[in-house]
T-cell receptor, first 113, second 114 residues
């Protein structure tokens, strides 16, 4: 059974600090990993994806992947109040993108001004 | 990224009626589209995979006769909730597959069944 686990939070971080969001997945053959941001009542929007072990940086966001530990994380530097949202970790199964995504339940992040 | 629209954005209907939700790709020819459902404070759950010109593939536990999916063109997939009941009230979100792995989501449709 495919599972993606996230701490539901809320995770409270002061403005300007680094927010660290974590995710583990159960299917060792998973190939690609995504972070989506979802504001209340809205649909998810893609922040980053990562396929290879290591770090991937895009602006204030850094995704980290460790396939051996089945662990993926998202770091948000210089956190802003507008970053307050639920962050969803999503994983593609071994079959690839055509099989749809398995989502975690999301971590509710609150950036305190 | 790809731009996806959904219509309607919100619908309220009586129990027993059918509701059709449209998902359109505005700038991308989508061979594969997906339908998800999200209950309050829950994660997105994949309902079915919609492939243009062929039958949809449904996830375990999703009734194909209740949730009818049609993907007749590369830019349009529709989900029809037949004989809707209050337990079908949810946030329905479509997405399209761009490239090998990346999905872009529509804005969602909030269905309320009275």
């Amino acid at each position: 059974q495919k599972e993606v686990e996230q701490n539901s939070g809320p995770l409270s971080v002061p403005e300007g600090a680094i927010a660290s969001l974590n995710c583990t997945y159960s299917d060792r053959g998973s190939q690609s990993f995504f972070w989506y941001r979802q504001y209340s009542g809205k649909s998810p929007e893609l922040i980053m994806f990562i396929y290879s072990n290591g770090d991937k940086e895009d602006g204030r966001f850094t995704a980290q992947l460790n396939k051996a530990s089945q662990y993926v994380s998202l770091l948000i530097r210089d956190s802003q109040p507008s970053d307050s949202a639920t962050y969803l970790c999503a994983v593609n199964p071994p079959g690839g993108g055509a099989d749809g995504l398995t989502f975690g339940k999301g971590t509710h992040l609150i950036i305190q001004p | 990224g790809a731009v996806v629209s959904q219509h309607p954005s919100r619908v309220i209907c009586k129990s027993g009626t059918s509701v059709k939700i449209e998902c359109r790709s505005l700038d991308f020819q989508a061979t594969t589209m997906f339908w998800y459902r999200q209950f309050p404070k829950q994660s997105l759950m994949l309902m079915a995979t919609s492939n243009e010109g062929s039958k949809a593939t449904y996830e375990q536990g999703v009734e194909k006769d209740k949730f009818l999916i049609n993907h007749a063109s590369l830019t349009l997939s529709t989900l029809t909730v037949t004989s809707a009941h209050p337990e079908d009230s949810s946030f329905y979100i479509c997405s399209l597959l761009a490239g090998l792995n990346t999905q872009y989501f529509g804005p969602g449709t909030r269905l309320t069944v009275l």
